[in-house]
């Protein structure tokens, strides 16, 4: 039995549209390169087919990848959760870890991105703070020592 795969709405359609774009024009466009390539008759030393025919297998997988993480999507919506006190899939989370403030979204594995504070719902970090309420205090694990972290803010709001 497959694991859900928990999604925000957005993350699920950034999925929809990496397989879309993958199959209506980036493969077609490099069919056309491999056919051409083809065409030219001695495969064996064709750049252009080899590596075309190598970049077809990587988008195949790439969809079959895409398709099978879609077909198990469990679409959250945070907005859905706007009374919620408590840190579930899709909140944006303010903490202070040891003097330090941060927000955090908690995502689908899919959506992390360390740049815009994304991090997935099954990471260590979120792990922790699940079910937490503000002001709760928790400590952590990390690789450089136990921290202390508070819950300062809790909110369910559309993640970009």
């Not at 993958?22 to 064709?46: T, Y």
């Not at 870890?97 to 941060?102: D, G, H, L, P, S």
């Not at 995502?107 to 360390?114: C, F, K, L, N, P």
């Not at 002001?135 to 300062?152: A, C, M, V």
């Amino acid at each position: 039995m497959q694991n859900k795969n928990y999604i925000t709405p957005q993350g699920l359609k950034k999925l929809q549209e990496e397989v879309l774009n993958l199959l209506d024009k980036e493969r077609p466009e490099v069919v056309k390169v491999v056919h051409w390539a083809a065409s030219n008759g001695d495969r064996s030393e064709n750049g252009d087919y080899i590596y075309g025919k190598k970049r077809l297998r990587e988008i195949d997988k790439r969809v079959r990848f895409l398709t099978k993480r879609i077909n198990n999507a469990l679409v959250v919506n945070p907005e859905d959760r706007d009374d919620c006190e408590q840190v579930f899939f899709g909140a944006t989370v303010k903490l202070k870890i040891e003097n330090k403030k941060q927000t955090i979204k908690i995502v689908g594995i899919d959506e992390t991105d360390s740049k815009s504070n994304k991090i997935a719902w099954n990471s260590p970090l979120a792990s922790s703070i699940l079910k937490c309420y503000v002001g709760d205090q928790k400590k952590i694990k990390t690789p450089s020592g136990i921290r202390k972290l508070e819950i300062l803010d809790i909110q369910y709001k559309k993640i970009d």
